[in-house]
């Protein structure tokens, strides 16, 4: 089945609208305000997808794991944080 998905930053950020509750942390979670909350459906959607700098804030700080963030180790502090504990991405 499908799952229903707010945008995508260029396959790097998506947001699973079906299990998203609505609560708004990715949207304060965001520094670079990529995700505003939609006032029709009160769901978020990635407004900005070309700022998203791949921080992890948003899918750390979402209570539901709605939030998917591909993992590029291109990001030294994701790939570091992982790498230093041994931890499979």
Do not use: W
């Amino acid at each position: 089945m499908n799952e229903p998905r707010s945008g995508s930053t260029d396959g790097k950020l998506a947001i699973n609208l079906e299990t998203c509750t609505g609560c708004s942390l990715c949207v304060l979670a965001c520094p670079v305000d990529v995700i505003r909350m939609d006032p029709t459906t009160a769901k978020p959607v990635i407004t900005y997808p070309r700022d998203c700098q791949v921080c992890y804030l948003c899918e750390d700080d979402c209570p539901t794991h709605s939030i998917s963030l591909s993992h590029d180790i291109s990001n030294s502090r994701r790939y570091s944080t992982y790498d230093e504990f041994g931890l499979k991405v």
